[in-house]
């Protein structure tokens, strides 16, 4: 069984900072992307940054120059460093990892943690 572990939420000042981390554990299968979505209050969720197994990153425009994803593959983490947060950041954000294993894609999700950026 995969579990994806999200920490690092709370409540923040617009301006602040907050570092998002998802450590997976579980059934042994191949990693390929680590991303992070976010739902904010009465939207659908949407892909905040995702980083490749490679190294590759891409973000949403939003977010560009302020939020920085990274991954380590050696302790199956992901992490997303966010500055210069803004109350339209406030959403509920989930650890999403998607592979491989035994020939068939997988995609799991975090069960979300809540960010919450006051103006």
């Known amino acids: 069984q995969v579990q994806l572990v999200e920490s690092g939420g709370g409540l923040v000042q617009a301006g602040g900072s907050l570092t998002l981390s998802c450590a997976v554990s579980?059934?042994?299968?191949?990693?390929?992307?680590m991303g992070w979505y976010r739902q904010p209050p009465g939207k659908e969720r949407e892909l905040v940054a995702v980083?490749?197994?490679?190294?590759?990153?891409n973000y949403v425009d939003s977010v560009k120059g302020r939020f920085t994803i990274s991954r380590d593959n050696a302790k199956k983490m992901v992490s997303l460093q966010m500055n210069s947060l803004k109350p339209e950041d406030t959403a509920v954000y989930y650890c999403?990892?998607?592979?491989?294993?035994?020939?068939?894609?997988?995609?799991?999700w975090g069960q979300g943690t809540q960010v919450t950026v006051s103006s």
């Open positions: 999403n990892v998607k592979g491989t294993r035994w020939a068939s894609n997988v995609d799991y």
């Open positions: 579980g059934s042994i299968f191949i990693i390929n992307d």
């Open positions: 980083i490749t197994i490679d190294g590759l990153t």
